[in-house]
């Protein structure tokens, strides 16, 4: 009965891991693109259509590297996950209310319930 539940916490602790990991890696790959600057890039159009500034841009892809940081730290991940989770219902405004593509909410919508998610269960 022992082992059982020393197996049990083991396989909680690796699947943990992993659903960490995968976020941290998705939004280190999401923070990062944000930083090419050539005047094709597709975020810059995205920013400009914003209107807020370029700078905005800057600001998001550096809060998605280092909310990805925050989630591989077991003791700051579910301030990590917040901090993802808020920046995704943001882009989900944008969507809607600036930029009037509703339809990409089912991603940025999708990405705020997934992190909500992993939030309540570290609780």
Known sequence: MFEQSI?????????????RGGVALAFVLFGLDKFPSEPGAPWVGFFQQIGI???FRYFTGIVEVGGAVLVMIPFTARTGLAIL????VVASCLHVLVIHQPANVLVTGGLSLLLIALWYKKR
């Open 7 to 19: 197996s049990a916490y083991s396989a909680d602790k690796i699947s943990d891991w992993v659903l």
């Open 53 to 55: 500034g370029q700078w």
């Open 85 to 88: 989770a808020a920046t995704m």
